[in-house]
């Protein structure tokens, strides 16, 4: 291991642990980097994975606090398990007994844990149990009595975090570092407002991500939510957070809380693992060209799909002498999208049809004037064609003013933790 690769180690073990504890109810596993990869030709990007268990056993032991774990035998009672877990608590439990919000723990099943926080006098004071189905019910005391909680399988249950370099294409930088596709996928989405990655994406683009990894019964089950991202492209820093409203919804903000979202899509065609190393291969100079084309070319393989740019109504779908098969949204604000060149058109692209944003409305072909396989695609004002790379397309609205102070703190430890990741990043590849 390097010089810089251990002062990195050293730097970040203690400081991601804070950050994570503050996130999740966990603690740093696991903090290694991948063997063999500078072996690599094609890469630098050395690899960071941090496994977050929850429940944790490490979180609160300063005081007289002490965790405890129990397995749950056939024929257990909640007596017996508390018994064996030193818990002498009448109003405890009480409260597990009878409470509705304690009702996963009313079926104890046998080979699960239970894990239980208590003090010197074996008071209760928290409780976790993963019931069947992957709910995570936490129990708390607090100064007015216990409160019960359960989240829904998925939620926190396991956190990672990855950093990349772009050598060659997106998906191989993600292969390099284990990032599942899934999670590939939300970071091209939560960024496809800002950059295009068919043409913006250049040989040194940076990323790290921090994302949810599902564990169902202590077992995992595939990638879930990113909850932050960077992306450093042409060395402009993005940064992307999620952000959990109380009413359930969710979105991506910026660092300084402006919403990722975008009424138009930088690209409407689809970021495939097929096609993601296609623009480094071919890149197009659409800017030279726009003044004679009005248009943009997204070279990319026939059957790629095509999404609707904006929220929109579907004007025409059908053929149109050069254009081939074409689609044409109508949009709010006099604006219009076209989709030219298609080799087929999705299900129900139909004229009248409503689309929203992101949809796939046809698929990369090459009918019409083409020669060779490309979406032509254009952005028209009041019918009049526009450089949709150039002119400035309005926001969704902001993070709400009110939860502004809680997303701030929010984040904080999610951007230190991305920054780590870029940090060792860098490091490795010197
Ligand atoms: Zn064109």
Same mark, same amino acid.
């Given at each position: 291991m390097s010089k810089l690769?251990?002062?990195?180690?050293?730097?970040?073990?203690?400081? $991601?642990? @804070?950050?994570?504890?503050?996130?999740?109810?966990?603690?740093? #596993?696991?903090?290694?980097?991948? /063997?063999?990869?500078? %072996?690599?030709?094609?890469?630098?990007?050395?690899?960071?994975?941090?496994?977050?268990?929850?429940?944790?056993?490490?979180?609160?032991?300063?005081?007289?606090a002490y965790w405890r774990e129990a397995r749950i035998e056939r024929g257990d009672t909640l007596g017996s398990v508390l018994a064996r877990l030193e818990v002498s608590d009448a109003a405890a439990q009480q409260f597990l007994r009878t409470d509705q919000g304690a009702r996963p723990l009313y079926q104890l099943m046998p080979g699960k844990s239970v894990r239980v926080e208590t003090d010197d006098d074996g008071r209760l004071l928290s409780l976790r149990y993963l019931a069947q189905g992957g709910t995570m019910l936490s129990v708390e005391r607090r100064a007015d009595?216990?409160?019960?909680?359960?989240?829904?399988?998925?939620?926190?249950?396991?956190?990672? $975090?990855? @950093?990349?370099?772009?050598?060659?294409?997106?998906?191989?930088? #993600?292969?390099?570092?284990?990032? /599942?596709?899934?999670? %590939?996928?939300?970071?091209v989405e939560v960024f496809s407002g800002d950059i295009d990655f068919y043409h913006d994406l250049r040989r040194g683009d940076r990323f790290a991500v921090v994302y949810e990894m599902r564990d169902v019964d202590g077992s995992p089950a595939g990638?879930?939510?990113?909850?932050?991202?960077?992306?450093?492209?042409?060395?402009?820093?993005?940064?992307?957070?999620?952000?959990?409203?109380?009413?359930?919804?969710?979105?991506y903000y910026s660092q300084d809380g402006k919403n990722l979202r975008k009424a138009f899509l930088r690209s409407p065609v689809e970021f495939t693992r097929i096609t993601s190393g296609f623009s480094l291969a071919r890149f197009h100079p659409f800017l030279k060209t726009w003044r004679a084309h009005k248009g943009v070319d997204f070279a990319a393989p026939t059957g790629t799909p095509v999404r609707a740019a904006a929220d929109g109504k579907v004007v025409v779908a059908g053929k149109q002498n050069g254009y081939g098969n074409v689609v044409i949204l109508q949009h709010t604000g006099a604006n219009s999208t076209v989709y030219a060149h298609l080799s087929r058109f999705a299900a129900g692209t139909k004229p009248g049809a409503r689309v929203a944003q992101g949809t796939v409305i046809g698929y990369v072909g090459q009918t019409g004037w083409a020669t060779g396989p490309h979406l032509h695609y254009e952005f028209r004002i009041n019918n009049v064609q526009r450089n949709p790379m150039t002119i400035a397309l309005p926001d969704a609205p902001p993070l709400a003013a009110a939860d502004r102070p809680a997303y701030l703190a929010g984040i904080a430890p999610l951007a230190e933790a991305l920054a780590l990741g870029q940090v060792v990043t860098i490091a490795a590849g010197e």
């Amino acid at each position: 291991m390097s010089k810089l690769a251990i002062l990195a180690q050293r730097a970040g073990a203690g400081r $991601v642990a @804070a950050v994570f504890a503050m996130m999740v109810i966990g603690v740093v #596993a696991a903090f290694g980097f991948a /063997p063999g990869t500078t %072996t690599e030709p094609d890469m630098t990007t050395r690899l960071v994975v941090r496994d977050l268990a929850l429940p944790a056993l490490t979180q609160a032991q300063t005081g007289a606090a002490y965790w405890r774990e129990a397995r749950i035998e056939r024929g257990d009672t909640l007596g017996s398990v508390l018994a064996r877990l030193e818990v002498s608590d009448a109003a405890a439990q009480q409260f597990l007994r009878t409470d509705q919000g304690a009702r996963p723990l009313y079926q104890l099943m046998p080979g699960k844990s239970v894990r239980v926080e208590t003090d010197d006098d074996g008071r209760l004071l928290s409780l976790r149990y993963l019931a069947q189905g992957g709910t995570m019910l936490s129990v708390e005391r607090r100064a007015d009595g216990f409160v019960a909680a359960s989240a829904p399988p998925g939620y926190g249950v396991r956190t990672e $975090v990855r @950093a990349g370099e772009i050598r060659s294409s997106m998906f191989g930088a #993600a292969d390099a570092v284990g990032l /599942p596709d899934a999670v %590939t996928m939300q970071l091209v989405e939560v960024f496809s407002g800002d950059i295009d990655f068919y043409h913006d994406l250049r040989r040194g683009d940076r990323f790290a991500v921090v994302y949810e990894m599902r564990d169902v019964d202590g077992s995992p089950a595939g990638a879930g939510k990113l909850i932050a991202a960077e992306f450093v492209n042409k060395s402009v820093v993005y940064r992307a957070f999620l952000w959990r409203g109380a009413d359930g919804s969710e979105a991506y903000y910026s660092q300084d809380g402006k919403n990722l979202r975008k009424a138009f899509l930088r690209s409407p065609v689809e970021f495939t693992r097929i096609t993601s190393g296609f623009s480094l291969a071919r890149f197009h100079p659409f800017l030279k060209t726009w003044r004679a084309h009005k248009g943009v070319d997204f070279a990319a393989p026939t059957g790629t799909p095509v999404r609707a740019a904006a929220d929109g109504k579907v004007v025409v779908a059908g053929k149109q002498n050069g254009y081939g098969n074409v689609v044409i949204l109508q949009h709010t604000g006099a604006n219009s999208t076209v989709y030219a060149h298609l080799s087929r058109f999705a299900a129900g692209t139909k004229p009248g049809a409503r689309v929203a944003q992101g949809t796939v409305i046809g698929y990369v072909g090459q009918t019409g004037w083409a020669t060779g396989p490309h979406l032509h695609y254009e952005f028209r004002i009041n019918n009049v064609q526009r450089n949709p790379m150039t002119i400035a397309l309005p926001d969704a609205p902001p993070l709400a003013a009110a939860d502004r102070p809680a997303y701030l703190a929010g984040i904080a430890p999610l951007a230190e933790a991305l920054a780590l990741g870029q940090v060792v990043t860098i490091a490795a590849g010197e």
